[in-house]
């Protein structure tokens, strides 16, 4: 019988999880500080363990990880994903990052995934030799779409294989490219970024290549292009989709080459510089289409990832528009400003065909306009103020819990749910918000069986 131990601090959610493991037919041991799983692994032999990330003790789930690693496979779990500790996890070797509230059918194909493969390497262990130090990288978010996406930015930094990121306008598809850059052994060279929507043929051939002197009016002198200037770097193409056919078949030859050829030039340049695109194009469709060549697409797209937009991650829309505003206190020279409630079910409600760039004006407009301290809803663009806006605020928070007319003891629960759900499953911030002690919050969610429900 396979062994498996279970480290967290809420007792609840230990206990919660030993007993699911048990039902599968493992033997699990559950404890909730980081001294009693050391203890305990020093006795016994287990063949994997779970840990929260997050314990309020001197170690935290990364100590365990580096602690227990040679010993099994570890499973780190977390409501505050982060990139750094996400990138964090998997370079000390861990087998998977789960994030909480977690979905029991998730977590049990995890664990069977990691207890079969017990001898083998994690996939998503990351190369030693990157930095120990991570700088911020500027994306945001807690959310499962985002937690995922830094698995996958800590699987593909550590290569040299090109990569295409896929996403709408304003998702952060820029700073998903700076993270990879960051999180690489380029991170010493530079990032270099070029819009290839926004200039015209001539003139991006001329940025990315160079030219020589003589090559056109003009050209004074000769001038190194874009990619000799990522050299030992990153390269970054956004908007590559906007590129035209002959422009395309140009890079082709620089990416399988590894060598360019500037402006007016009769010899080539052999050039290292790593390659990331993105587009706001399903560019899979444009190159069956015969809109986008197929072979550059197979080449820009060794490894691709896509990000998420907000209005599927509206989780992390509180979370962004308390950075947002802080900067924009700042900005207005004003504050410190505080979100209204009904603002922030507002924020949530919308679906920001914008994305992250649009959320952060509509929040430096609400901070210029606002009277007091507290953004209101009137303090928001015109945009959010319609009525479905408005109506869909309330809707998404109320309708939920009561359009079925439930009993008082089914409304209670789903809006423990709803509170769990709202605070990343953070326990303490739930009963903060609740006006509960952690005890009565735990009380409720054995008395309501929150173990079924996180199958939902």
């Known amino acids: 019988m396979k062994r498996i131990l279970v480290v967290d601090d809420d007792r609840a959610s230990c206990k919660l999880l030993r007993d699911l493991l048990n039902a599968q037919g493992w033997s699990a041991e559950a404890v909730t500080t980081p001294d009693e799983a050391l203890r305990l692994a020093a006795q016994e032999k287990f063949d994997l363990l779970i840990s929260d990330i997050n314990l309020e003790a001197d170690q935290n789930g990364i100590d365990l990880l580096r602690r227990l690693r040679d010993e099994c496979p570890v499973i780190l779990m977390t409501g505050f994903g982060t990139l750094d500790t996400t990138v964090a996890a998997s370079r000390e070797g861990a087998w998977d990052i789960i994030s909480k509230p977690f979905k029991v059918q998730e977590i049990i194909s995890t664990v069977r995934r990691a207890l079969e493969r017990e001898e083998a390497k994690p996939a998503e262990a990351v190369s030693d030799s990157l930095s120990a130090q991570y700088e911020s990288s500027g994306l945001i978010g807690r959310s499962p779409a985002m937690l995922e996406l830094y698995k996958e930015i800590a699987r593909v930094a550590p290569s040299r294989s090109t990569v295409l990121i896929i996403g709408e306008s304003g998702a952060g598809k820029e700073l998903v490219a700076r993270a990879i850059h960051k999180h690489s052994a380029r991170s010493s060279g530079a990032f270099v970024p070029v819009n290839c929507g926004a200039l015209t043929e001539t003139l991006l051939e001329a940025e990315l290549f160079g030219h020589v002197k003589g090559a056109f009016t003009g050209a004074t002198a000769d001038r190194r292009g874009l990619w000799e200037e990522a050299e030992g770097g990153t390269l970054f193409l956004d908007e590559v989709g906007e590129t035209s056919p002959a422009l395309q078949v140009k890079l082709l030859r620089a990416l399988q080459e590894k060598e360019i050829r500037r402006v007016g030039a009769s010899k080539n340049i052999k050039v290292d510089a790593r390659v990331i695109a993105a587009t706001n194009r ?173 199958e939902g």
């Open 282 to 454: 399903e560019i899979e469709q444009e190159a069956a289409a015969g809109r986008f060549r197929e072979d550059l697409f197979y080449r820009l797209s060794v490894i691709t990832l896509r990000v998420p937009p907000l209005r599927d991650r509206r989780s992390d829309i509180p979370l962004l528009a308390e950075r947002f505003l802080r900067a924009a206190s700042d900005n207005a020279g004003r504050g410190p400003f505080r979100f209204q409630e009904e603002t922030i079910k507002t924020l949530t409600a919308y679906d920001w065909p914008g994305n992250v760039r649009e959320l952060e004006s509509s929040v430096e407009y609400a901070a210029l306009r606002a009277r007091g301290a507290e953004i209101v809803p009137e303090d928001l663009p015109p945009k959010l103020q319609s009525e479905d806006v408005r109506g869909k605020a309330a809707r998404s928070t109320l309708s939920a819990l009561y359009d079925d007319l439930p009993t008082l003891d089914e409304l209670e629960r789903r809006y423990l749910l709803r509170v769990l759900e709202v605070v990343g499953g953070n326990r303490s911030r739930a009963a903060e918000v609740m006006g509960i002690d952690r005890r009565t919050l735990y009380r409720m969610a054995e008395r309501f069986n929150i173990k079924e429900e996180a």
